[in-house]
């Protein structure tokens, strides 16, 4: 039997890939998307389901207790990516990021328990930011579950913040909570001020690209689909109270993946435009996937390297108009259009 979904952050890049996964991959359930459409939420990229009858928008903050109030009693189970989640925007401003992370987080959380109690499973998507750094020089090093968390920026700390509060309403209210802590997405309908996007748009339009430093940070690449077909592994079979890694197996530099990005894009190497490093840059992020390959029996199957990159950078060259409309704010007349007289 089928069970109705709540997806925080639908309309963001994992969101609205994770809405498109289970629509097309479990046919019993439905969705319930709750987005704040703020800078980075896009209905455009879930067009396809505007008139579908197993999904549904809700034009919300996850702060707005009225409206969760209303939307909690028709739902059996939540999986929360609603998020600030630019470490650059952070450091800019972190307060946003505590505002929507942390406290938003607790809201949706109290909401949760409020009308489910221990009857609904919620899963926070958290990130191996948690964890803050590894060095460079020993490979062997990998997060796992019981690594400590050490947030260095200040989004990784608001997500720590979420992170934790999720765990506390397990321990302390029996809440049938999981937590999952993925290392960075790739793949397509990502905001275009994301690396991979925003390099791909300025190689494409004879632009350069700004590497931070000597480009010598490591990051390991999820494809955004794998990272939906793991959360969904979770919902489905995860130990309530556990915390579950997700990783691509694919450490790379920032400097290797924009070569890349640039032989790809068939431009050379004067693209690249040194800039100065970004604060407190942690050096790597690696992921030891083991706990849920073991006790999940799942493992990435679309994340391997050429033929995942190259298949991303395709679809950010066949999809300009996408593109287009994210950048100059054309895609929120969809909203207007479809959904802004019905919420």
Not at 20 to 32: A, H, L, S, T
Request: proline share 4%; net charge negative; glycine share 6%.
């Amino acid at each position: 039997m089928g069970q109705t979904i709540l997806v925080t952050g639908g309309a963001g890049f994992i969101g609205s890939n994770l809405i498109r996964f289970i629509m097309q991959n479990r046919p019993d359930d439905r969705v319930i998307n709750l987005d704040g459409l703020t800078y980075a939420g896009n209905l455009e990229s879930l067009a396809e389901f505007t008139d579908n009858p197993r999904y549904e928008f809700v034009h919300s903050d996850i702060s707005d207790s009225e409206k969760l109030d209303e939307v909690m009693p028709r739902v059996d189970c939540v999986l929360h990516l609603a998020a600030e989640s630019h470490v650059d925007r952070s450091i800019h401003d972190p307060s946003l990021f505590l505002r929507t992370n942390i406290i938003g987080t607790q809201m949706l959380l109290d909401a949760f328990k409020k009308h489910k109690g221990k009857d609904g499973r919620f899963v926070y998507v958290s990130t191996d930011e948690v964890y803050g750094e590894l060095p460079l020089d020993d490979k062997s090093q990998l997060f796992t579950e019981s690594t400590p968390l050490k947030p260095n920026s200040p989004y990784a700390v608001s997500k720590t913040g979420g992170d934790m509060l999720a765990r506390a309403y397990w321990h302390t209210y029996g809440m049938d909570v999981c937590i999952t802590r993925c290392s960075n997405n790739f793949g397509p309908y990502q905001f275009p001020e994301k690396v991979i996007p925003l390099f791909v748009n300025n190689l494409i339009e004879g632009k350069t690209v700004p590497l931070y430093g000597d480009g010598s940070n490591i990051r390991d690449w999820l494809h955004v689909l794998d990272h939906c077909e793991a959360i969904c592994r979770v919902l489905d079979d995860g130990k309530s109270g556990e915390a579950y890694n997700i990783g691509g197996n694919n450490e790379r530099s920032n400097l290797e993946l924009t070569r890349m990005l640039i032989e790809l894009c068939d431009r050379d190497e004067s693209a690249i435009e040194r800039v100065p490093d970004r604060l407190g840059h942690d050096k790597r992020y690696a992921i030891d996937a083991t706990k849920i390959k073991r006790e999940l029996d799942w493992e990435p199957t679309r994340s391997a390297w050429p033929e995942a990159l190259e298949l991303t950078v395709q679809w950010y060259k066949d999809n300009r108009a996408w593109c287009d409309h994210v950048r100059s704010g054309e895609y929120r007349r969809f909203y207007e259009q479809n959904y802004a007289a019905r919420t």
